[in-house]
T-cell receptor, first 110, second 115 residues
Framework: EDQVTQSPEALRLQEGESSSLNCSYTVSGLRGLFWYRQDPGKGPEFLFT???AGEEKEKERLKATLTKKESFLHITAPKPEDSATYLCAVQGGSQGNLIFGKGTKLSVKP | DVKVTQSSRYLVKRTGEKVFLECVQDMDHENMFWYRQDPGLGLRLIYFSYDVKMKEKGDIPEGYSVSREKKERFSLILESASTNQTSMYLC??????????????FGEGSWLTVV
């Protein structure tokens, strides 16, 4: 059964304190791993897609990496505006739908 | 930019009412999806559609139906709303096929409260 587990559930950082969020997955035939950002009361906003182990993508203070079993979202020198819930999802098999983790709620204090 | 528009952001309905949630996308995407999101449970797939008039059950289809009469529009229907259907509903769309994954884009969500 396809499964996605994110850790930690919640993370509190001071502004400028770098850290990483983890996404472990099991899926038959990975087609893509996706990271989304979700602000309270809004829909998920697309950040990155990773397709194969070893791939990395960057956007501002965020960097996503992928291995055969997990993905990391590295946050460098975070700012309060980076506070949000970060969702990881995998797309596998022949279908186009996503299997989501439960998210990591990030709070960055000034 | 991809635009997925959900017609109602906030709804309050009575138990037993028939509820329609409408979603429109403007990127000519083949695939459309309905998810619900609940605290502690994450996003769960209700139904999806790969083409006009086609529909497939997701993980939690009970109590819901869908309609896709036009490519850009995907409707979620609660035939007889119940309190356990109080939730945030998210519509999404993506391109079809391909070996690589296709990015799924989400709307802003519809908050449904059933009283």
């Amino acid at each position: 059964e396809d499964q996605v587990t994110q850790s930690p559930e919640a993370l509190r950082l001071q502004e400028g304190e770098s850290s990483s969020l983890n996404c472990s997955y099991t899926v038959s035939g990975l087609r893509g791993l996706f990271w989304y950002r979700q602000d309270p009361g809004k829909g998920p906003e697309f950040l990155f897609t990773l397709y194969s182990a070893g791939e990395e993508k960057e956007k501002e203070r965020l960097k996503a990496t992928l291995t055969k079993k997990e993905s990391f979202l590295h946050i460098t020198a975070p700012k309060p505006e980076d506070s949000a819930t970060y969702l990881c999802a995998v797309q596998g098999g022949s279908q186009g739908n996503l299997i989501f983790g439960k998210g990591t709620k990030l709070s960055v204090k000034p | 930019d991809v635009k997925v528009t959900q017609s109602s952001r906030y709804l309050v309905k009575r138990t037993g009412e028939k509820v329609f949630l409408e979603c429109v996308q403007d990127m000519d995407h083949e695939n459309m999806f309905w998810y619900r999101q609940d605290p502690g449970l994450g996003l769960r797939l209700i139904y999806f559609s790969y083409d006009v008039k086609m529909k497939e059950k997701g993980d939690i289809p009970e109590g819901y139906s869908v309609s896709r009469e036009k490519k850009e529009r995907f409707s979620l229907i609660l035939e007889s709303a119940s309190t356990n259907q109080t939730s945030m509903y998210l519509c999404a769309s993506s391109l079809a096929g391909g070996e690589g994954g296709n990015t799924i884009y989400f709307g802003e969500g519809s908050w449904l409260t059933v009283v």
